[in-house]
């Protein structure tokens, strides 16, 4: 296995964008380490997490063993308008990244897990600190295997390794994941919901699907209708259409 190199990374970035690449052996969460720097296209890496942290409270199991543990800082000028839906997005570009790294047949399962064949290969933690203008983007990606997290025993999980018949290079793969977060980021101010539907909707593997929304007590069960302006999912019931954030729920189908 291919050490991350920044020097590598860096060579094949947009200059652009001009990314600041910090490559480390282990740090508690890259998530944490960019929340700390604040700075306009920071982006860390780490071989290992110690305290790898997922959505809605989950921990993120993050072996040192070939797997991407990524987070890039972003600083807007205004507040985007709809920044809740840039989560969709961030999904959609990693999306896209993996299809030119030659992965076909993926997915997004709202609001942001990248599957294949059910199996959860990526996962996406967005976080914000100065009143919203700044967000931090952290991605872990499963290149490798990886033991089941008992915490989180009702995902099913997969890798690039058991999909692809050859893995890309790591360091290749970053920085094609970098270009795509970079256009991704700093296109996002100028789209419309249209624009940002229509991208949702070439990746949504849920769309037209009964699946069962869950939140501490309460459980609802319809058929997906799409996403609204906010990037919550709508979900048709009986009695009519209704949107949940993804702070609201957590999905099951
Ligand atoms: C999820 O629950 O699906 C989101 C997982 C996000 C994990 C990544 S790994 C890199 C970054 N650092 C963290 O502590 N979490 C994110």
Redesign the pocket.
């Known amino acids: 296995m291919k050490h991350l190199d920044a020097d590598r990374i860096q060579r094949q970035l947009d200059l652009e964008f001009a990314y600041n690449i910090h490559v480390y052996d282990e740090l508690p ?4 380490w960019a929340l700390a720097s604040g700075q306009h296209a920071d982006c860390c890496l780490a071989e290992k ?1 110690s ?6 409270g ?1 921990r ?1 199991v ?1 072996p040192n063993n070939g797997n991407i ?3 890039v800082c972003w600083c807007f000028d205004a507040v985007p308008e709809f920044l809740t839906s840039l989560s969709l997005l961030v999904g959609v570009s990693v999306c896209e990244s993996l299809q030119q790294q030659g992965l076909q047949k993926h997915g997004l399962k709202w609001p ?2 990248i599957l294949y064949q059910g199996r ?1 290969l ?4 967005i976080e914000t600190r100065d009143q919203l203008h700044t967000v931090v983007i ?3 990606l499963n290149v490798n295997p990886v033991a089941p997290d008992s915490a989180n025993h009702k995902t099913s999980w997969g890798s690039l390794q058991q999909f692809m018949p050859k893995v890309p290079d790591r360091n290749a793969l970053v920085a094609c994941l970098l270009n795509g977060l970079g256009d991704c980021l700093s296109r996002f101010q100028q789209l419309q919901f249209q624009d940002i539907q229509s991208k949702w909707q070439q990746w949504d593997l849920l769309q037209g699907k009964t699946v069962h929304l869950i939140n501490a007590d309460k459980h609802y069960q319809g058929t997906v209708a799409g996403i609204d302006k906010q990037g919550r999912i709508l979900l048709q019931q009986a009695q009519g259409c209704r949107a949940f954030s993804s702070a609201e729920v957590s999905l099951r189908w």
């Open positions: 969460s890259t998530n944490d997490q305290h790898g942290r997922g959505r809605r989950r993120w993050s543990y990524l987070s942001n897990d959860k990526a996962g996406i933690l952290g991605l872990g």
